[in-house]
């Protein structure tokens, strides 16, 4: 099974990349500082103690349920192969979702089902992907799956609509990738929060892990994240991410292309005709087909500053 992403490709970095969900204002300054001050020369704490401490602190939550992970990708092949080690058979995720859920159960030859009433492990992305809205799914059925995660990765990003509530997420697995958020997706650091009561599971889980999964510049970016004032940055970066997602909503429906709503500074949008990618991509501009994450003939965008917009709609207006 093919895993599509976006970002760099063959053909190197994309000078206009709308195809990737990182925080266009960043990166964050504080979290930047902090990764290129990381020491290299030596190996991380291989329990990650004063990480773990400061993330539990972070979340409000006991330390023993945080489980570090080198990303939220390698988390969910991890967490998929712990219920598949346990005995779980069967797997339900959303109608559109990100790849690697369907290629963590391929690999552990789960069934896909059609209800999470029905499974042994439920996949739920908050806000979700590609779409950046809401799971339609109610929480009642999803809570009924034997095993619930939430990824959250761009939970950080949301810009409308209230989070999940605290009990909903406490009774399921939760994915934390910052990176995006903070504009340093090259930074590779994320971890898991394990249900409340399951600190027994999430032992196991980490002794799944091999050793040392965070190098020492995720444990800075990690570590960084903790703090107030990479919380006030973030903050102060969704509010412009708000003005420059309603000027890129309205450039592309001036240019006829229809705009789905979104919570987050992403959304996808079908254009009036058939779109050539490779034609964009020449031109510098990279976008993010939806067909391999269950939306067909739409494309995602990441809310992107007043220049990658203008080389946006010169591309387009060059490319019909």
Not at 31 to 45: E, G, H, S, W
Not at 57 to 72: D, T
Request: charged content about 15%.
């Amino acid at each position: 099974m093919n895993r599509h992403h976006g970002g760099p490709d063959a053909a190197g970095v994309p000078r206009w990349d709308f195809s990737t969900n990182s925080n266009a204002c960043g990166p964050c300054p504080t979290a930047l500082a902090a990764v290129q001050a990381a020491d290299a020369t030596r190996y991380p704490d291989p329990a990650y103690t004063e990480l773990r401490t400061a993330l539990a602190q972070f979340h409000g939550v006991a330390e023993a349920r945080i489980v570090p992970g080198s990303s939220s990708s390698e988390l969910i092949a991890r967490l998929t192969a712990w219920v598949a080690r346990g005995g779980g058979r069967t797997v339900w995720l959303p109608t559109e979702a990100y790849g690697d859920y369907a290629h963590a159960a391929a690999q552990w030859r789960l069934t896909r089902v059609a209800t999470p009433t029905q499974a042994d492990l439920a996949w739920c992305c908050t806000p979700s992907s590609p779409r950046g809205v809401a799971e339609p799914t109610p929480w009642a059925d999803l809570r009924q799956a034997r095993v619930l995660a939430l990824d959250r990765a761009y939970e950080p990003l949301r810009l409308s609509e209230s989070p999940p509530s605290a009990a909903c997420c406490d009774d399921a697995w939760q994915l934390w990738s910052p990176n995006k958020a903070l504009g340093l997706t090259g930074v590779r650091g994320a971890y898991a929060i394990a249900p409340a009561g399951a600190t027994a599971q999430a032992a196991e889980l980490m002794d799944m892990a091999a050793s040392w999964p965070l190098g020492a510049h995720a444990v800075a970016q990690l570590t960084a994240w903790t703090r107030t004032d990479t919380q006030r940055w973030l903050h102060n970066s969704r509010a412009q991410l708000r003005v420059w997602k309603g000027e890129q909503i309205g450039m592309l429906q001036s240019l006829g292309w229809t705009c789905l709503p979104s919570n987050t500074p992403y959304f996808c949008a079908q254009a009036p005709h058939p779109i050539d990618g490779d034609a964009l991509r020449h031109h510098g501009v990279k976008l993010r087909p939806t067909h391999n994450m269950g939306l067909a003939a739409h494309w995602r965008l990441s809310v992107q500053p007043p220049p990658a917009q203008a080389a946006l709609h010169q591309a387009l207006l060059q490319h019909p």
